[in-house]
């Protein structure tokens, strides 16, 4: 079983900036696809970003600019760095992960997720 522990959530006005971190084990980190999904209250699971493997990454439109995804292969840990944050950027934030390298959009492609942290952006 996988592990992924997220943390960093809070609350911010808009505009300002906050850092999400996901512990994983250290197989994960080095080599597999890891994301970011996030859930607004009433709405479905959406990526954020996708992380491959060999570091190829993609983000959704709505964040693009804004936040950025990284590795630290030496704490195990992805982090998501999300700037100028907008009120449509709340919602629990999820990392995930699968056992493959290779990322995709889908929520049922991956087999591992954090419990989330909560991100409220106040105007």
């Known amino acids: 079983q996988v592990q992924l522990v997220e943390s960093g959530g809070g609350s911010v006005q808009a505009g300002g900036s906050l850092r999400l971190s996901c512990a994983a084990p250290k197989n994960t980190v080095a080599a597999l696809c890891m994301a970011w999904f996030r859930q607004a209250p009433g709405k479905g699971r959406e990526g954020v970003v996708i992380n491959e493997g060999d570091g190829g990454t993609s983000y959704a439109d709505s964040v693009q600019g804004r936040f950025t995804i990284s590795r630290d292969y030496a704490k195990n840990t992805l982090y998501l760095e999300m700037n100028r944050l907008k009120p449509e950027d709340s919602g629990t934030y999820y990392c995930?992960?699968?056992?493959?390298?290779?990322?995709?959009?889908?929520?049922?492609?991956?087999?591992?997720w954090g419990q989330g942290t909560q991100v409220t952006v106040s105007s």
């Open positions: 995930a992960t699968t056992d493959f390298k290779r990322c995709n959009w889908s929520n049922g492609y991956y087999k591992y």
